[in-house]
């Protein structure tokens, strides 16, 4: 016997079988549905804390050259 499971993309009961490519999606559809999601960040990995400090801009920052000179770490504090 077969196990049935909802495609956790579209909900559409789906057999679990070694021959399907997309498991545990029905389809290839589902499948870049998924990915696309992750790829435009509307999943995220849950962490304990968020991130306070780093090499980054800030999101309200109104620079336009986010990759100046002037936001980026020093040598002294890279080593």
Not at 28 to 38: F, N, Q, V, Y
Request: charged share 35%.
């Amino acid at each position: 016997m077969t196990k049935k499971y909802p495609c956790p993309q579209c909900g559409k009961e789906t057999e679990y079988l070694l021959e399907n490519d997309y498991r545990p999606f029905c389809s290839e559809r589902c499948k870049l549905i998924d990915l696309g999601k992750w790829a435009d960040e509307e999943y995220k990995v849950p962490s304990e804390e968020p991130a306070t400090e780093g090499p980054w801009v800030p999101e309200d920052s109104e620079s336009e050259d986010q990759f100046s000179p002037q936001h980026l770490p020093s040598k002294e504090a890279l080593h």
